[in-house]
């Protein structure tokens, strides 16, 4: 005996980004607003003299990629609980890609899933982690590996708050604006090239074409089943370098700028891509500051760290590697010792 539960296409996760000034927001809820001790003092004011809620609840966290955790988690449920939230308050993500998905997996699980919106305040959050509703916490096995899918239900990028983002972090968002442009978007990256992004009119062109290409993906595959994997290039060699440096060395876009250069090196042995080309992206990163290089102290220990990688399945190991620029392959097929010969050029 069988009994079929019909649930396709019976939710809607449809929303829309703002790339403007912060508008009114105006909740006929209670709204608790996540931020952490670095924004709070810069922007809260900012952010709370537009929003009114039946009641707000502001929970400031500690700072840094190394906070995100399940400790963290319990931060921003507990003071819900506390001020009895329900199934129709909501939460607002109100900081840089480590708040945002913090945020997102807690309305996630709290009474098993509420509405949040994305307010992020750093370049890397604008143009890629606010986007696609990936939430999560890191733990010591890795980066990311207990979350969810949780789309939000809008995300507005106000430019006024990277006016006061500092240069390494600005920096660290220009990684993954290159990283989409790599991957997806051959003209794209040529503009960047020649462009200027402390012009805010060429920021803001930037970061809305960003977007566009990582909606595009998104919406061809939410849960990253196949494509959507493509936007991790870089990641995977830049997950092992942030656990193997405690999350606490590099900002994360810092670390993906890195594993693109990895992943590079990787498509110029294969021949999906030419010296030149990697020249190109590495010359890019490095305008804007980026480190380019980093010292393996072990290759089997380093290649033996992506198996943990959210991508891989049982023994196979899942490399999105570049075809060119503007091409992207999604492989398990690489043989390790190509790989880890690469990761011998790394070595200290």
Known sequence: MTVDIPLKNTVDNSYTITIDTLPEL?????????????????????LLERLSAKEVVVITLRDGEQFKNWESIEAIL????EHRFN??????????GVI??????AASIYQRGIDFIQVPTTLLAQVDASVGGKTGINNRFGKNLVGAFHQPRAVYMDPHFLTTLPKREFGAGVAEIVKMAVTFNKPFFEWL???DLSDPDQLKSAIAKSVETKASVVAQDEKERGLRAALNYGHTFGHVIENETGYTTYL???AVAIGMVMANAVAVELGWMAPEEEARVTALLERYGLPTSYAVADTEKFYETFYLDKKSADSAITFIIPRGIGGVEITDGIDGRLVKNV???FKG
């Open 26 to 46: 105006r909740f006929d809820a209670k709204v608790a607003v996540v931020t952490n001790e670095t924004i709070a003092p810069l922007h809260l004011e900012y």
């Open 78 to 81: 507990e003071p819900m609980f």
């Open 87 to 96: 199934r129709k308050s909501l939460l607002i993500a109100f900081g840089g």
């Open 100 to 105: 945002g998905d913090m945020t997102g997996f």
């Open 193 to 195: 090239e020649t462009a």
């Open 252 to 254: 994360h876009g810092e």
């Open 343 to 345: 990761l011998d050029r």
